[in-house]
């Protein structure tokens, strides 16, 4: 799947709007550290990859920053337990 994603860097959040629908990773900046506060997708929307998309757009946005993460949400630790290529982020 082939996702437009923006970040919205002042709102802390990326977006992308899926059938007219937002789907969003929200987190909060404190220094060099990104907390992953909440990933949600509408469940009409749900099974599609779609929140799995939005996490490695800000891991890598995380990556390039030169960011570490920590996942307070349930869905970004279970994305970092199950792709460890991404344990170097971990803060």
Not at 49 to 65: H, M, N, P, S, Y
Request: hydrophobic share 45%; glycine share 8%; charged share 20%.
């Amino acid at each position: 799947m082939s996702l437009k994603i923006t970040h919205e860097s002042s709102a802390q959040r990326f977006v992308a709007v899926v059938e007219g629908q937002d789907c969003v990773l929200e987190y909060r900046l404190s220094g060099n550290t990104m907390t992953i506060a909440h990933t949600g997708v509408p469940a009409s929307l749900g099974g599609r990859g779609i929140a799995g998309e939005l996490t490695r757009f800000a891991l890598a946005t995380a990556r390039k920053a030169g960011w570490k993460v920590v996942p307070a949400c349930s869905y970004a630790e279970a994305f970092f337990r199950k792709h460890p290529e991404y344990a170097d982020l971990l803060a």
